[in-house]
């Protein structure tokens, strides 16, 4: 009896899929002349096609091969990052491979653009990432992954990569120009049989007060000048700059790599302003005076430049707080929670006028969901600490005083509350016009993208081998006349 295998969408959604790294491996191949296939017409030009010896090759699409390691490979790593496979069977599996070569030899056909320096700077991401998890074993590395050599390893995640990017930029190309008229969004809703109409869980419209303690300015120089002894000490006694980030610096995402950053380049900079214009303004070999940005103090070292690209370490400070600071703050905090509970002072009124969050004060303190931009939390999706900031208060009931931190502030205070609350309840179009109209625009774009792989698989040389031929899959892989 034929396997069942779901569609693509079905799948590759799961955010365990799209970790481009784990996914399969592209391996080199040698394709052995065995019979001429024909000339298939794409869209835009002939794709001259070979048949590929079967021994090891579970498909051919396009330019593209799938092998049978490659699939193995891609459960051993969905299963190592803990995905729940037990309902996911090899012919699902193979489905998603199928799609997502599809996507990328049709993005070459229609001559997609690659940002190589994009690509170089994922896998240098990706390989300082794992390394930072495994104490900087590239031995274990290469073993892990069989290759004999980092630059071999390097040149496969480079292709990996450049292919799932192929892929994204295909897909975006197909349903970018996609939109829903109000119409449309009402006809959507009133197709869905009643019965089967979505329901919406319990949201929570959620605001926070944030009251951080002030930095002194004896605290401030005094991290300036342990970075100015760090810079002076390495320039005039060779001191190790990677030592000194390892054993001083407090960034966590690159402390254990000696303050080493992902590869920066001018086309694509993606650090903040203070750091990139500083890092763009030296020479090779030049360490910078300590400044500041958001995250604390830095200096940074430019280590090589290579066209467009800056290879940098750094080393962050954040300065100390005083106790009286952090005592100042903890009964301003105090005094505003005093004001609101005996009626002082709306929520909103004091967050306007006391809040150091400026992402959020100027809305009465509200939260922005940066999954949908609104102001609606989800409770069974909400992230796992605000949940439970907030899980035992009522409906306008103030919090306690909560100490918390995050990547830019040490030490904060802040205090919540729970401005509304929609209860579990069947779809409204007009309470919930904005998810329906997300899920409509979804639906568009499936069907769009339904329409375009029919038609790119008619187009592509596909060929499927093996037990693979056996596997019942909703697109026409086997292009059953």
């Excluded at 500083?278 to 940074?300: K, V």
């Amino acid at each position: 009896m034929p396997l069942k295998t779901i569609n693509f969408r079905s799948i590759i959604k799961a955010a365990t899929f799209c970790c481009l790294f784990l996914a399969s491996a592209l391996h080199a191949q040698e394709i052995i002349p065995d019979e001429e296939a024909p000339s298939i017409k794409s869209k835009d030009s002939t794709v001259n096609t070979t048949r590929i010896k079967a021994d090891g090759v579970g498909a051919v699409v396009g330019d593209f091969i799938i092998l049978e390691s490659d699939l193995d490979r891609e459960i051993a790593q969905l299963e190592a990052q803990g995905a729940d496979l037990k309902d996911v069977s090899r012919c699902e599996l193979f489905g998603s491979l199928l799609e997502r070569k599809l996507y990328a030899h049709q993005a070459i056909q229609d001559s997609v653009i690659v940002n190589e320096l994009y690509i170089q700077s994922l896998v240098e991401q990706q390989i300082q990432g794992i390394l930072a998890q495994t104490k900087g074993d590239m031995d274990g590395l290469l073993k892990f992954y069989k290759k004999d050599s980092e630059q071999a390893l390097r040149d496969e995640m480079y292709e990996i990569n450049k292919n799932g990017y192929l892929a994204r930029e295909m897909q975006k190309k197909v349903t970018e120009e996609i939109e829903v008229t109000p119409e449309e969004v009402r006809t959507f809703f009133n197709d869905i049989p009643e019965d089967e109409r979505p329901t919406f869980g319990t949201e929570l419209k959620v605001a926070q007060i944030v009251v951080i303690p002030e930095v002194t300015e004896a605290s401030k120089q005094a991290v300036i000048d342990k970075l100015s002894a760090f810079k002076k000490d390495i320039e005039e006694n060779g001191a190790s700059f990677t030592t000194k980030a390892l054993f001083y610096s407090e960034d966590p995402g690159s402390k254990s790599n000696g303050g080493k950053l992902p590869t920066m380049n001018r086309k694509n900079p993606r650090m903040v302003k203070e750091f990139r214009d500083i890092a763009f303004n030296l020479q090779e070999g030049e360490i910078s005076e300590p400044f500041e940005t958001d995250f604390g103090y830095h200096i940074i070292y430019l280590e090589k430049i290579r066209g467009q690209e800056y290879d940098v370490r750094h080393i962050l400070l954040k300065p100390e707080l005083t106790q009286d600071a952090i005592q100042k703050a903890k009964d301003e905090i105090d005094e505003v929670r005093a004001k609101i509970i005996d009626g002082t002072l709306t929520f909103a009124e004091a967050a306007r006028e006391f809040s150091d969050e400026k992402e959020t004060k100027y809305e009465g303190g509200k939260l922005t969901n940066p999954t949908t931009q609104d102001f609606n939390f989800e409770l069974a999706r909400m992230d796992t600490e605000m949940y439970t900031q907030i899980q035992d208060l009522k409906d306008d009931a103030i919090s306690e005083v909560i100490q918390d931190e995050d990547r830019i502030n040490r030490l904060k205070f802040k205090i919540m509350t729970v401005t509304d609350r929609i209860n579990d309840h069947k779809a409204d179009y007009s309470r919930d016009y904005l998810k329906i109209k997300d899920l409509a625009l979804q639906d568009k774009q499936i069907k769009a993208i339904e329409k375009w792989q029919k038609e790119a698989i008619s187009e592509t040389y596909i060929k499927i081998n093996g037990t693979y031929r056996d596997c019942d899959y909703q697109s026409d892989w086997l292009k059953v006349k």
